[in-house]
């Protein structure tokens, strides 16, 4: 049976400022990067789980032999529940499952060939001591780790199917890398070692002061797929005062109301974008992406050949 794949990419990125997996590193972008290590040891089936910004993420890479499974809940949920769908779709037809996030780019595709070669029923990359990714199941393991809860995570998860990890000791500091933040990413981009140049746009909108920018733009998509203010802020890790300091100001500034809270429920009530809400979120995603666009050739113009 051939080997598989799961690559976590559900997550929205908060800490980063910007959409993690389509950073560029390299020739390429952070995922493709993950992507094409897989592809490289020979693992023939990779799903790809999406939430946040998802069909953009499809796009970027259909042209890589990917499959997607989409974490429609992805704001509510925690990352267990990305592994379990991941699994679910490569259980039946893998007979080894590696799974990953989405922003461990640098791990050698000879440290990949060297866990698939190993046997157990959870393998563990560690470089000097320190646990890694990614992380091998055996095909056997998958209904007891399907069954679990998944609250306490995947980690939580194996330990309550009562499943053996065994550690295999890597000389790939790549196992132990990933970027949470700005500097994680300037980090790796120095360890890559293949940069091209790269242009960093940060679209932020103003009338006499700037209000709008990347950080407000995911807080009103936040808030349009949880339906509360309160959720939006724990998907972000935001303060509810800060939220509001946001919104209030970008309401301010455009002179109308950007959300509308209805009472009653169940829940206490919830929070809805306004037409002009919405109408704003789609003016500044067109804007950023042909902004883009735009940069991107200017870039390929300008430094593609020289550089």
């Not at 693992?43 to 789980?49: C, L």
């Not at 919830?270 to 789609?282: A, F, I, M, V």
Request: glycine share 10%; with cysteine; charged share 25%.
């Amino acid at each position: 049976m051939p080997y598989g794949a799961v690559i976590l990419a559900a997550g929205i990125s908060s800490r980063m400022g910007e959409f993690k997996p389509m950073l560029p590193m390299g020739e390429e972008s952070v995922i493709q990067n993950v992507v094409r290590v897989f592809q490289m040891a020979d693992v023939q089936k990779i799903v790809v789980v999406t939430g946040y910004r998802g069909e953009l993420l499809q796009e970027h890479l259909s042209h890589m032999g990917v499959m997607f499974v989409r974490n429609e809940r992805f704001a509510q949920t925690q990352m267990f529940d990305s592994v379990r769908l991941g699994l679910s779709a490569l259980k039946e037809s893998c007979e080894k499952i590696l799974i990953t996030p989405a922003d461990v780019p640098l791990v050698q595709p000879k440290t990949i060939r060297t866990l698939l070669a190993q046997t157990g029923e959870c393998v563990r990359p560690t470089y000097h001591g320190r646990p890694g990714h990614p992380l091998l199941l055996a095909r056997q393991t998958m209904p007891a780790l399907l069954a679990c809860s998944g609250e306490e995570g995947l980690q939580g998860a194996i330990r309550e199917a009562g499943l053996t990890v065994r550690d295999v000791e890597v000389e790939d500091e790549g196992t132990v890398l990933d970027m949470d933040t700005p500097q994680d990413y300037e980090t790796l981009l120095q360890k890559h070692g293949h940069c091209r140049i790269r242009a960093k746009n940060q679209l932020v909108l103003g009338t006499d002061i700037l209000f709008f920018g990347p950080g407000t733009a995911q807080l009103l998509e936040m808030i349009d797929l949880t339906g509360t203010i309160s959720a939006a802020c724990e998907a972000m890790h935001m303060s509810y005062t800060k939220a509001w300091k946001m919104l209030n100001q970008a309401e301010k500034q455009l002179g109308e109301k950007v959300v509308v809270r209805m009472n009653g429920g169940s829940d206490g009530g919830y929070t809805l974008l306004t037409e002009k809400g919405h109408r704003l979120l789609d003016a500044y995603r067109g804007m950023q992406r042909e902004l883009k666009e735009q940069t991107d050739r200017l870039l390929e113009k300008y430094f593609g050949s020289q550089f």
